[in-house]
């Protein structure tokens, strides 16, 4: 097939697979429109139709790789329960943890891709949030109902959504402190950080005292059984 008349959906994927190879290549910041344009054999002109920005390509390869996650979709493939919103707040701190842990890996740069962007004009972040937000708020929300239905949360009179922000942005705040070398925060007397995080998140989104007791320490999660959490979720 001539390229010249790719659809626009294998324009897009095009596109995308090109950006995906200099990002790989050059990193975000070595990486070019122009690069991207010139890999993809389409002009600067033909790309900016597809994608505005470099952030906003960048942000759409973050979507498609978090989206293929097989172990994200065994999460939302469960069902809406306490111990549901339990999983989903474990493994989000883990993930976040195990990022900040490891300051040359890719996580980490996204990270500080973040702060970078919301120190900017901010349009990074906030694609990445609206693509977080798409793919699992519905689901905390959900979970979160099912737990004050259940008897195991109470209503705090704050939308849902704005709850799992909170939740997302506590532990990115916690995970940032461990970005450098040297922490810029010594947590005291929190060998077990993680379980900190953790009950502080459940405790503000409305979780009582007994469901944080019951489900916090049950042990490794059904997706922790079969394989971690991918490090691109």
Request: glycine share 6%; aromatic share 6%.
């Amino acid at each position: 097939m001539s390229t010249l008349r790719l659809t626009g959906d294998l324009r897009r994927e095009q596109i995308l697979d090109a950006a995906k190879r200099c990002f790989a290549r050059y990193g975000y910041a070595g990486t070019t429109t122009k690069s991207i344009a010139i890999a993809a054999s389409i002009s600067e002109g033909l790309l900016f139709k597809h994608f505005p920005t470099k952030a906003a390509l960048y942000a759409e390869i973050l979507a498609e790789e978090c989206e293929a996650d097989p172990e994200l979709h065994q999460l939302l493939e469960l069902e809406p329960s306490t111990s549901t919103l339990l999983i989903l707040i474990r493994e989000m701190v883990a993930h976040f943890m195990r990022a900040s842990e490891a300051p040359d890996e890719e996580d980490a740069q996204r990270m500080r891709l973040m702060v970078s962007s919301q120190l900017g004009d901010g349009e990074f972040a906030r694609l990445v949030h609206e693509k977080i937000g798409d793919l699992i708020g519905p689901f905390f929300k959900a979970s979160l109902e099912q737990a004050i239905a259940a008897g195991d949360a109470v209503p705090v009179n704050i939308d849902p959504l704005n709850l799992f922000w909170f939740s997302h942005q506590v532990v990115h705040m916690v995970a940032l402190t461990r970005l450098p070398a040297t922490p810029s925060l010594a947590y005291v007397n929190a060998p077990d950080i993680e379980r900190q995080i953790c009950q502080f998140i459940l405790r503000g989104i409305g979780l009582t005292e007994a469901a944080i007791a019951k489900y916090l320490d049950a042990g490794p999660s059904p997706l922790q059984a079969t394989v971690r959490i991918s490090e691109s979720a």
